[in-house]
């Protein structure tokens, strides 16, 4: 079993920077790729930003410039760092990874979502 626990949302006026953490924990036998989504009320999910499994980053367009994801790998935890916020990016932020389980000779890949953490922007 797997858990992604975010840390860091809240309120902040618009300008400002809100750092969200994701910490993996679990049967992990190691961690394809990790990045965030995020979901505003009436609106489709979509990617914010993610280390792919080659290890590059991809980020939404919206955020590119003001946002960026880093990596503890030694505790398998994704950072976002989100500086000048705008009220469009109020939305809940989830955690997203894809993990190895299971035995070492026959593992498995599986996506896990966190719970979500709320992000509002006030203008």
């Known amino acids: 079993q797997v858990q992604l626990v975010e840390s860091g949302g809240g309120l902040v006026q618009a300008g400002g920077s809100l750092r969200l953490s994701c910490a993996a924990s679990g049967s992990i036998l190691g961690i394809s790729a990790m990045g965030w989504h995020r979901q505003a009320l009436g609106k489709q999910r979509e990617l914010v930003a993610a280390?792919?499994?080659?290890?590059?980053?991809n980020y939404a367009d919206s955020v590119k410039g003001r946002f960026t994801i880093s990596r503890d790998d030694a505790k398998n935890t994704v950072y976002l760092q989100m500086n000048s916020l705008k009220p469009e990016d109020t939305a809940v932020y989830y955690c997203t990874a894809s993990v190895f389980t299971g035995p070492r000779e026959a593992p498995t890949l599986r996506d896990y979502w966190g719970q979500g953490t709320q992000v509002t922007v006030s203008s």
């Open positions: 280390f792919t499994p080659a290890g590059t980053t």
